[in-house]
C-alpha cells in the first residue's frame, strides 16, 4: 500500500514557476515508477510526466517537453515536478500517481495507475 500527498500547488503568472512534491508513505516507495497528471475544468485527466524507480528513465507529454522536469528522492520517499515557463492552459488540479512501470504509464495512462494522491491546483494567470 502507497499514500501519497502532493503539494506545492498555487496561483503564478505566467511565464512563472512552480514546484510540486509527493510525499509518499509505505516501504515500496522506491520500487514504483511515479508520475504526474492533471486535470483541467472540463477536461479528461491527462498524463505530464513519469519517472522509473531509479530516476535513470523519464518521459514527458509533449505539451510540457522542455519545461517541465521530474525527478525522485527515494531517500525523501519524494517526488517533485518542477514546473518552468508557465502558461495558462497549465491551469490545472495535478495529481501525483504509482504505477508498476515507466512503460505502464506510457501504454496505458491512467489506467495503469495502482495509487493516486488528491491533488494540488496550479492556477496560471496570464
Known amino acids: 500500500q502507497v499514500q501519497l500527498g502532493e503539494s506545492g500547488g498555487g496561483l503564478v503568472q505566467a511565464g512563472g514557476s512552480l514546484r510540486l512534491s509527493c510525499a509518499a508513505s509505505?516501504?515500496?516507495?522506491?520500487?514504483?515508477?511515479m508520475g504526474w497528471f492533471r486535470q483541467a475544468p472540463g477536461k479528461e485527466r491527462e498524463f505530464v510526466a513519469a519517472?522509473?524507480?531509479?530516476?535513470?528513465?523519464?518521459y514527458y507529454a509533449d505539451s510540457v517537453k522542455g519545461r517541465f522536469t521530474i525527478s525522485r528522492d527515494n531517500a525523501k520517499n519524494t517526488v517533485y515536478l518542477q514546473m518552468n515557463s508557465l502558461k495558462p492552459e497549465d491551469t490545472a488540479v495535478y495529481y501525483c500517481a504509482a504505477a508498476p512501470g515507466v512503460g505502464v504509464f506510457e501504454r496505458l495512462g491512467y489506467y495503469g495507475v495502482d495509487y493516486w494522491g488528491k491533488g494540488t491546483l496550479v492556477t496560471v494567470s496570464s
Open positions: 509505505g516501504p515500496t516507495f522506491s520500487t514504483y515508477a
Open positions: 519517472i522509473n524507480w531509479s530516476g535513470g528513465s523519464t
